[in-house]
């Protein structure tokens, strides 16, 4: 069976007591999250297929929960090699809604190949999810994808944070409430901060410790966290909303003509080789070997 927990280090404690110690040492970073105290290992039985991880994104993930937040899981599962190689087209995306103790939850995993072409296609989104520091479920393909993930990152994932931007911002204007609006600050202080400091960090509050944000950023998430669909006109007016998303964005443009990353990823001969050794290890759950190192690497 794929283990569900993080490993703690070797030295911390003998193999029989390690489970709970990481259990321990999740719970308290999903509490701390604000992830309500439900058992999500249900959750992720329900899954069809093996789950290569699955964390928690959303709103838990960039700091700004409602109390009555939906816990959204994401992540990526490996389907037996029979559905790839027959005429039927595979059903790559699985999702799943359900409630578990009274909380709406909703897992959108995809099958490691597909997760694959995303992180190739400059899906800042699912870097995210793959480094969400909010693990419910990890193994070892999980923690080869994440230290692949440095040598994914590259100039062009400021258009997908622009972009997402943009999205959020015409839904704010549509509507008035906080959580468009929180959506459209945070991707483009996402975007800023990976331009500049070629590193993803989704979660808002660190943000605006970090890079430069307006002031009235904490005053927002904090109205959200009274109400869900609140409105943002209580906090700071549209004039000077528009005034501050304009800018950033001009910062997000300069900060991608500035910025070190280069425009294509390095490590796809890398990740090709992990989804082949994933998926030749069937049947059961794959536990690749050792990487074998491509030409292009040498």
């Known amino acids: 069976m794929p283990e569900t927990l993080p490993e703690s280090p070797p030295e911390a404690a003998p193999e029989s007591a390690r489970g709970l110690t990481g259990a321990t040492e999740r719970d308290a970073v999903l509490r701390a999250a604000g992830v309500p105290a439900v058992d999500l290992s249900a959750v992720l039985a329900e899954a069809d297929d093996p789950l290569v991880f699955a964390t928690v994104s959303g709103a838990h993930l960039y700091g700004f929960p409602s109390h009555d937040s939906d816990v959204d899981l994401r992540g990526s599962h490996l389907l037996p090699t029979a559905a790839l190689v027959g005429l039927h087209e595979p059903e790559e995306t699985r999702t799943r809604m359900g409630d578990r103790d009274g909380v709406e939850t909703d897992l959108v995993s995809h099958d490691l ?26 193994t070892e393909v999980h923690r080869e994808l994440v230290a692949l993930a440095p040598d994914l990152l590259t100039s062009h994932h400021a258009h997908h944070y622009r972009g997402f931007a943009r999205t959020q911002w ?124 491509a030409s292009d690497e040498r």
Do not use: C
């Open 113 to 138: 190949r597909k997760f694959a072409r995303l992180l190739l296609r400059r899906n800042g989104y699912v870097l995210e999810q793959l480094l969400s520091p909010l693990v419910v479920h990890t």
């Open 170 to 293: 015409r839904l704010f204007e549509k509507t008035g409430e906080l959580k468009p609006l929180l959506y459209t600050l945070r991707v483009l202080l996402t975007g800023i901060h990976l331009m500049t400091g070629r590193r993803v960090q989704p979660h808002l509050p660190t943000l605006v410790g970090e890079v430069a944000a307006p002031a009235y950023v904490p005053e927002l998430i904090a109205a959200k966290e009274a109400a869900e669909h609140g409105a943002a006109g209580d906090v700071v007016d549209a004039a000077r909303l528009r005034a501050d998303v304009e800018a950033l964005h001009a910062r997000l443009d300069a900060a991608q003509a500035a910025t070190a990353l280069p425009d294509v990823p390095g490590a796809r001969a890398a990740l090709h080789d992990l989804v082949v050794r994933a998926r030749l290890a069937a049947p059961g759950y794959p536990e690749p070997g050792p990487r074998a190192v």
